[in-house]
């Protein structure tokens, strides 16, 4: 039985950007709430991930950008220690002090440990000191333990201690020969970063025929054709077979499945991410231990009576983006407060409606890669009716006067029935700042013939939505 000072009306497992959401929104909506962390608060976005990457990126993306303008030309090569002393100074030299402040000048209690479900409304919490601390919450619990990399079994890898996404954004002495298992997110903007910074020779083993399956086939097209262009091999078609390393801390040998070998000083894991559920109580509850914890548009799980647990961010599994976990966790925590006051919880204003639709994301390499809602083959396997337009981005104006050469693609994919957009997708240096237009456009649903009087700046990058509309017939 919990003592009555460790009963309030929220608890949250896990104070990563999702879980400090949360605990923001029901504490806004008057109510009491803890907060529980074993590890730093902030989580993987602000320590290892969204963060550091993108600290270590940036000088690489504006050394691309120099040298696409001509009278500029760089100097010497990019300074890597200091851009890995501003990249401590981003992550707070891991030190949360910072983010543990946030939360009890929300104001919340923040509890230190490995938080598990105990039952119903029950939260066990296992101490630095081995102790076990006993929590109640009076009207709900929110999971919010986000996901690991991912390290599949391959014989020799673990043993290899190999680098994760973890590693290679804390990085304290870039490696001249560089090791990436796969073509998505972390393996790209990571094998760019360190390459960049002196990881000259890098190697990338690809399991599909192209980088970004996900995404579009252009954009994978693109990011091969500027990774080349730099130096990093790739190798389609090849998975790890076996790895040794012989000596801890010595070269590593990746033995591909086609008899090739590469060998580098150190191998990077980018392989996607497994879901933080496998040792939080979710049996005592009744859930499966494994896969994602099933939500409704709330963000309340499916499988518990009466309603009072919640999941957020990564372990429901809608999509592994730190802004989608937000925006769950503002929904999440709004209902909450609003079946704690009375008060109806099935408003419009309190349903997840931008997972349906397609969460932004951003690949931070250069080329940038920006996305949002479907790609014309998710749109078409959904059985919509489907109109693709592209546009070449050299060919706008703002784009030619921003970069010489500039190289870049636009897509819009569009539902005929409606007249809306399904998805777009940008590929080209500095996109990033045309993401959330097509952000608005896709979301909210605009009818192209409404978005066709929103008259783009010339001479701007931004003209590219005029020339798609053209595309389509506007």
């Given at each position: 039985?919990?003592?009555?000072?460790?009963?309030?009306?929220?608890?949250?497992?896990?104070?990563?950007?999702?879980?400090?959401?949360?605990?923001?929104?029901?504490?806004?909506?008057?109510?009491?709430?803890?907060?529980?962390?074993?590890?730093?608060?902030?989580?993987?976005?602000?320590?290892?991930?969204?963060?550091?990457?993108?600290?270590?990126?940036?000088?690489?993306?504006?050394?691309?950008?120099?040298?696409?303008?001509?009278?500029?030309?760089?100097?010497?090569?990019?300074?890597?220690?200091?851009?890995?002393?501003?990249?401590d100074e981003t992550v707070s030299h891991l030190d949360d002090g910072g983010q543990v402040s946030w939360i009890a000048n929300l104001p919340a209690t923040f509890v230190r440990g490995r938080g598990r479900l105990a039952g119903p409304l029950q939260v066990e919490v296992t101490m630095p000191d081995g102790g076990v601390r006993a929590l109640r919450a009076r009207h709900a619990v929110v999971i919010a333990t986000g996901s690991d990399p991912f390290i599949p079994d391959v014989p020799g890898l673990r043993?290899?201690?190999?680098?994760?996404?973890?590693?290679?954004?804390?990085?304290?002495?870039?490696?001249?020969?560089?090791?990436?298992?796969?073509?998505?997110?972390?393996?790209?903007?990571?094998?760019?970063?360190?390459?960049?910074?002196?990881?000259?020779?890098?190697?990338?083993?690809?399991?599909?025929?192209?980088?970004?399956?996900?995404?579009?086939?252009?954009?994978?097209?693109?990011?091969?054709?500027?990774?080349?262009?730099?130096?990093?091999?790739?190798?389609?078609?090849?998975?790890?077979?076996?790895?040794?390393?012989?000596?801890?801390?010595?070269?590593?040998?990746?033995?591909?499945?086609?008899?090739?070998?590469?060998?580098?000083?150190?191998?990077?894991?980018?392989?996607?991410?497994?879901?933080?559920?496998?040792?939080?109580?979710?049996?005592?509850?009744?859930?499966?231990?494994?896969?994602?914890?099933?939500?409704?548009?709330?963000?309340?799980?499916?499988?518990?009576?009466?309603?009072?647990?919640?999941?957020?961010?990564?372990?429901?599994?809608?999509?592994?983006?730190?802004?989608?976990?937000?925006?769950?966790?503002?929904?999440?925590?709004?209902?909450?407060?609003?079946?704690?006051?009375?008060?109806?919880?099935?408003?419009?204003?309190?349903?997840?409606?931008?997972?349906?639709?397609?969460?932004?994301?951003?690949?931070?390499?250069?080329?940038?890669?920006?996305?949002?809602?479907?790609?014309?083959?998710?749109?078409?396997?959904?059985?919509?009716?489907?109109?693709?337009?592209?546009?070449?981005?050299?060919?706008?104006?703002?784009?030619?006067?921003?970069?010489?050469?500039?190289?870049?693609?636009?897509?819009?994919?569009?539902?005929?029935?409606?007249?809306?957009?399904?998805?777009?997708?940008?590929?080209?240096?500095?996109?990033?700042?045309?993401?959330?237009?097509?952000?608005?456009?896709?979301?909210?649903?605009?009818?192209?013939?409404?978005?066709?009087?929103?008259?783009?700046?010339?001479?701007?990058?931004?003209?590219?939505?005029?020339?798609?509309?053209?595309?389509?017939?506007?």
């Amino acid at each position: 039985m919990a003592d009555q000072d460790d009963v309030f009306d929220v608890i949250v497992i896990g104070a990563g950007p999702a879980g400090e959401m949360a605990a923001a929104r029901v504490v806004r909506g008057g109510l009491t709430a803890a907060v529980v962390e074993e590890r730093l608060a902030g989580g993987e976005c602000a320590y290892y991930a969204c963060i550091p990457s993108k600290a270590l990126l940036r000088p690489v993306d504006l050394a691309g950008e120099v040298s696409r303008m001509p009278g500029l030309e760089l100097r010497g090569p990019i300074d890597a220690a200091a851009v890995l002393a501003r990249r401590d100074e981003t992550v707070s030299h891991l030190d949360d002090g910072g983010q543990v402040s946030w939360i009890a000048n929300l104001p919340a209690t923040f509890v230190r440990g490995r938080g598990r479900l105990a039952g119903p409304l029950q939260v066990e919490v296992t101490m630095p000191d081995g102790g076990v601390r006993a929590l109640r919450a009076r009207h709900a619990v929110v999971i919010a333990t986000g996901s690991d990399p991912f390290i599949p079994d391959v014989p020799g890898l673990r043993e290899a201690r190999p680098w994760t996404n973890r590693e290679a954004t804390s990085v304290q002495q870039v490696p001249k020969r560089l090791a990436v298992l796969g073509g998505g997110a972390v393996a790209c903007e990571m094998s760019q970063a360190l390459q960049g910074l002196g990881a000259h020779e890098t190697t990338m083993l690809v399991r599909g025929d192209r980088l970004l399956t996900r995404m579009e086939p252009f954009t994978g097209d693109l990011l091969e054709k500027s990774f080349r262009e730099s130096g990093i091999e790739i190798r389609f078609g090849r998975s790890p077979a076996r790895v040794e390393r012989p000596i801890p801390g010595g070269p590593v040998t990746v033995h591909a499945d086609d008899g090739s070998q590469v060998e580098a000083d150190e191998l990077l894991v980018g392989l996607g991410r497994r879901l933080s559920v496998g040792d939080i109580g979710l049996e005592t509850v009744g859930l499966r231990t494994h896969g994602p914890i099933e939500v409704d548009a709330s963000m309340r799980a499916t499988g518990v009576p009466d309603g009072w647990l919640y999941a957020v961010g990564d372990v429901n599994g809608r999509n592994l983006l730190t802004h989608m976990g937000k925006y769950q966790a503002r929904i999440c925590g709004d209902v909450i407060s609003a079946r704690a006051g009375g008060l109806p919880d099935d408003l419009p204003a309190l349903r997840d409606i931008a997972d349906e639709r397609g969460a932004p994301q951003v690949i931070f390499t250069d080329p940038q890669i920006c996305v949002v809602g479907r790609t014309e083959s998710a749109a078409r396997a959904e059985g919509f009716a489907v109109r693709a337009v592209e546009y070449d981005m050299g060919a706008v104006t703002g784009a030619y006067l921003q970069a010489d050469p500039y190289i870049g693609r636009a897509k819009a994919v569009v539902d005929e029935d409606r007249r809306v957009l399904l998805g777009v997708t940008f590929a080209g240096p500095g996109v990033v700042d045309l993401l959330h237009g097509a952000t608005i456009a896709v979301t909210s649903e605009i009818p192209l013939d409404r978005l066709w009087h929103a008259v783009p700046a010339f001479p701007t990058v931004s003209e590219i939505w005029l020339r798609l509309l053209e595309e389509y017939g506007l």
